[in-house]
């Protein structure tokens, strides 16, 4: 295996275009895979990072065949020696050309978040993925930049076939590539870790990008009143994302509270004076919280938990943060429940005075780490997340309050729960660049 993982990848290939500097280029990565590896460049580079969207025009009844491509801003090239020699007709083409230009704006929009891309004109462009195979994206992409006004254009990738790369050589001013292996098998071969990338890791980089340029605490702080959709139902909740936040951390409160719980409030503005955004909702509709069975349903309010990350991710402030959830009592038994559910995007959880065995066989399948905050005095609560804890197959933590007991009514036992809450969350969410 040549590289650990993409961003080792990325930090390798910053080392072999470290001459760029000077050019003061513009970084573009082509998603989703790409991205992790040109952050890294963009930021040894102290370069802008974007993406570059493009999608192939296959041959109507050879999809792999590529007749031209297309890229944001009606950007069209088109291969004239394919389409002839294919005999694509203009109304063939046009029907393609629908079909991926709105496709192309479809995951800019969703990448960016609805940020305008950063204009080519002029530039000195470095293309970045994370290898390459037969490298017809990444001729795409060139033509794409120059089409788009790009003055020179590197495309560099940590792994390519020597003959890949020698053909690309033909469309860009320069092609750089780490390893050129003879006899290349799969890309994901030369990595220990080739995981998919998601959207919302691709969304979470350019917004730490963008942090990176335009400073700590460029952005405004955001308060709003929101409501939540969740099936038939909708959740009123309060947001706050401070300036410049590197998290956002999800309220789930127990039985006969909501998100007026002078106790998570306290907590949650802890959390904003340490940069990291808050939502506190309420889990049930009055209606839903007159009958009892619900307060202690912990599938549905794990599901109500779920409802509020999907929200997270599609709102304009809050998109690309990444997401702890903080349970109280009950709700951290659902706030576990929901850590446990495949593609969960909760990276840290923290509990006070919760009953994870609520989860039950959920626990096993939390991969979030979990701290357990307990009141010493709270007996059957702490042998409760002892036991708990025997479950958890990730790192994790219980941290006793000397004294405390289940309210944290008493004297300083707040004020720690927040401060032990607060260095959880700042230890593991943010994106580590490291």
């Known amino acids: 295996m040549s590289f650990r993982d993409r961003r080792e990848a990325g930090r390798r290939l910053a080392e072999r275009l470290s001459g760029l500097r000077a050019a003061s280029p513009l970084v573009l990565g082509l998603p989703r895979g790409g991205v992790p590896v040109a952050f890294e460049v963009a930021e040894a580079l102290d370069a802008p990072l974007d993406v570059l969207v493009v999608r192939k025009l296959g041959v109507p009844f050879q999809p792999e065949l590529g007749m031209g491509a297309v890229g944001e801003g009606g950007v069209r090239v088109l291969n004239p020696d394919v389409l002839h020699q294919a005999r694509v007709t203009e109304a063939q083409l046009a029907e393609v050309e629908a079909r991926e230009r709105a496709a192309v704006e479809e995951r800019a929009t969703r990448l960016r ?36 006004g790009a003055e020179r254009v590197i495309l560099a990738v940590p792994v390519a ?54 400073g700590a605490g460029a952005d405004e702080r955001v308060d709003e009143a929101i409501d939540i ?50 939502l506190l909702f309420d889990l049930l509709t009055p209606a ?13 309010l794990a599901t109500r938990l779920g409802a509020a990350a999907a929200w997270s991710s599609d709102d304009e402030h809050a998109a690309g943060l990444p997401i702890g959830f903080f349970g109280a009592s009950t709700g951290a038994g659902a706030a576990l429940w929901a850590a446990g559910e495949p593609g969960s995007p909760a990276r840290a959880i923290v509990s006070r ?13 939390v991969r979030a780490p979990t701290l357990l905050i ?14 708990a804890a025997r479950h958890l197959n990730v790192e994790h933590r219980i941290e006793v309050v000397p004294g405390a007991t289940h309210l944290f009514e008493e004297p300083g036992a707040l004020e720690a729960v927040a401060d032990l809450t607060a260095r959880w969350f700042c230890d593991h969410l943010p994106t580590k660049h490291g």
């Open 229 to 278: 959709p969740a099936g038939p139902a909708s959740l009123p909740g309060d947001l706050t994302i401070p300036p410049g936040a590197t998290g956002l951390v999800l309220f789930a409160h127990g039985s006969g509270s909501g998100r007026r719980s002078p106790r998570n409030q306290a907590v949650a503005r802890a959390l904003n004076d340490a940069g990291l955004g808050t």
């Open 288 to 300: 839903e919280e007159s009958d009892r069975a619900n307060v202690f349903d912990i599938p549905l």
């Open 113 to 148: 978040r609805g940020r305008t891309a950063v204009p080519l004109a002029g530039r000195t462009v470095v293309i970045v993925d994370d290898g390459l195979a037969t490298g017809g994206t990444a001729r795409a992409a060139v033509h794409v930049a120059r089409a788009r």
């Open 374 to 387: 307990v009141g010493g005095r709270d007996e059957a609560v702490l042998e409760m997340n002892r036991d």
């Open 353 to 365: 005075g919760g009953r994870p065995d609520l989860a039950g066989g959920r626990l096993e399948a």
């Open 161 to 214: 076939p020597a003959e890949t790369v020698a053909a690309l050589r033909a469309d860009a001013d320069e092609v750089v590539a780490i390893e050129t292996p003879e006899p290349f098998f799969a890309i994901g071969g030369w990595y220990s870790d080739f995981s998919p990338t998601s959207d919302t890791e691709v969304v979470e980089l350019l917004r730490a990008a963008r942090g990176h340029e335009d």
